[in-house]
């Protein structure tokens, strides 16, 4: 089992920047991919972007490419998004999941074991 919690999400400017924060509860997730999503309300949840714990290969949605970042701290067990040049579009709430999967499926929501509760992005156009 693993438990994913979610922070760093808040109110931010169009143009801006804001860090998200997903804690694991498991010792290691060298087995696991970790992927943000984000819905936006009356819309689908939908993919944001992914790493492989033990890869660190990362892959993005075209709609982030180039703003946003993800990353590892494998001693904190804490996987990062960093977001700049922050878009109305942007809104929503982010949630991070995790997959022990290898297969060659990761954007969807079904791709995806164990989900954290979300944090609230909003930006201010």
């Known amino acids: 089992q693993v438990q994913l919690v979610e922070s760093g999400g808040g109110l931010v400017q169009a143009g801006g920047s804001l860090r998200l924060s997903c804690a694991a509860s498991?010792?290691?997730?060298?087995?696991?991919?970790l992927a943000w999503f984000r819905q936006a309300p009356g819309k689908e949840r939908e993919f944001v972007s992914v790493?492989?714990?033990?890869?660190?290969?990362?892959f993005y949605s075209m709609s982030v490419e180039g703003r946003f970042t993800v990353s590892i701290d494998s001693a904190k067990s804490t996987v990062y998004l960093q977001m700049n040049s922050l878009e109305f579009e942007d809104t929503a709430v982010y949630f991070c999941?995790?997959?022990?999967?290898?297969?060659?499926?990761?954007?969807?929501?079904?791709?995806?074991?164990?989900w954290g509760q979300g944090t609230q992005v909003t930006v201010s156009s």
């Open positions: 999941a995790a997959s022990s999967s290898t297969g060659f499926s990761f954007r969807q929501p079904t791709d995806y074991t164990f």
């Open positions: 498991v010792r290691s997730l060298s087995d696991y991919r």
């Open positions: 790493i492989g714990w033990r890869s660190n290969r990362s």
